[in-house]
């Protein structure tokens, strides 16, 4: 069975910091890329950071610089470390496989505001 487990969002002041977690299915992890999503108030979804196992990384522009995603693959679980954050990155993160199953977790809301 195909599970997703987002967590590590919350209410963060513009420039700061938070570490998203994802927990995924180990079928999944060991045959997916995997890729942080993330869907703001009124606008599609859109893939924010992708991580090829042992390969390499793809950032959208907006988290370029700003963003880290990495995975621990003995633990089936994929980490994005969003610093610097500003209002616009405001959403609600999902993580899934690149390109996405279309399976979803229940997501974690960040919400930039001061």
């Known amino acids: 069975q195909v599970q997703l487990v987002e967590s590590g969002g919350g209410l963060v002041q513009p420039g700061g910091s938070l570490r998203l977690s994802c927990a995924a299915s180990g079928s999944i992890f060991s045959s997916y890329a995997m890729g942080w999503y993330r869907q703001a108030p009124g606008k599609q979804r859109e893939l924010v950071a992708a991580?090829?196992?042992?390969?390499?990384?793809h950032y959208a522009d907006s988290a370029k610089g700003r963003f880290t995603i990495s995975r621990d693959n003995a633990k089936n679980t994929v980490y994005l470390q969003m610093n610097s954050l500003k209002p616009e990155d405001t959403a609600v993160y999902y993580c899934n496989a690149v390109p996405n199953l279309r399976v979803w977790g229940q997501g974690t809301l960040v919400t930039v505001s001061s």
């Open positions: 991580s090829i196992s042992g390969g390499p990384t």
